[in-house]
């Protein structure tokens, strides 16, 4: 997902991105932050749009300086998070011993005791694979998916007027600019007409188009 040049160059996520993946007739919206302290308005405006955290940790180092970063901002803004120990198929795994560690630094981060309860999964991004033992392992990811279906839902009412909470702008060779956000209230359909932006001194909003 690392798709700019710089990124690709220093091998980290600078800028937050999004995948959806539609799974049980859910549609989960994945994204991916930075998880260095540099970048870290970029981590504060995106913990704005999730419900829940994935933290992935690797099976021989366990959490990385970085990781206590992006944690105890998800932890400030009362989100629960999974915890994924990644790379479980390295000889050199010890899961018992990152998961300690994990939870050690949710208690330094003085996580809440439901935050304290988090749900360990363990895989093999590589391999394409997760399950809930580190030594059964299922031939998919089912297991990480069913377990962030379990996190808190958002509180959005459909009944209400619409509010759409953009946290990035992008631009599309054919669909021209993108607002990448998360709906707050009411619902959006492919060929709405909605109102936008800030208004100006006639009281008149920018007008536009939802797109499939």
Same mark, same amino acid.
């Given at each position: ?10 091998g980290i996520t600078i800028l937050a991105k999004n995948a959806a993946i ?52 998800? #932890? ?5 998070? %999974?915890?994924?120990?990644? &790379?479980?198929?390295?000889?050199? !795994?010890? =899961? ?16 809440d005791d439901a935050q304290m309860d988090f749900q360990v999964v363990y ?6 694979v997760a399950g809930r033992e580190p030594d059964r392992l299922r031939s998919? #990811? ?5 377990? %962030?279906?379990?996190?808190? &839902?958002?509180?959005?009412?459909? !009944?209400? =007027? ?51």
């Amino acid at each position: 997902m690392d798709s700019n040049d710089q990124e690709r160059e220093r091998g980290i996520t600078i800028l937050a991105k999004n995948a959806a993946i539609m799974y049980n007739g859910t549609k989960i919206n994945l994204v991916d932050t930075p998880g260095h302290a540099d970048f870290g308005g970029e981590v504060e405006r995106i913990m704005n749009m999730v419900d829940g955290v994935l933290l992935v940790v690797d099976s021989v180092d366990g959490p990385k300086p970085q990781t206590r970063f992006v944690l105890k901002k998800a #932890l400030e803004r009362g989100i629960r998070a %999974i915890v994924v120990v990644n &790379k479980i198929d390295r000889p050199q !795994a010890r =899961p018992d011993f990152v998961v300690d560690r994990v939870f050690d630094l949710f208690a330094e981060l003085n996580a809440d005791d439901a935050q304290m309860d988090f749900q360990v999964v363990y895989a093999s991004g590589l391999q394409g694979v997760a399950g809930r033992e580190p030594d059964r392992l299922r031939s998919d #990811l089912c297991d990480l998916f069913d377990e %962030i279906l379990k996190l808190p &839902k958002a509180p959005v009412d459909p !009944a209400k =007027p619409l509010q759409l909470l953009v946290a990035n702008v992008d631009y599309d060779d054919f669909k021209g600019k993108l607002g990448i956000g998360r709906v707050v209230n009411g619902e959006l359909r492919a060929g709405d007409d909605v109102l936008y932006g800030v208004p100006n001194e006639e009281g008149a909003f920018k007008r536009g188009r939802v797109g499939e």
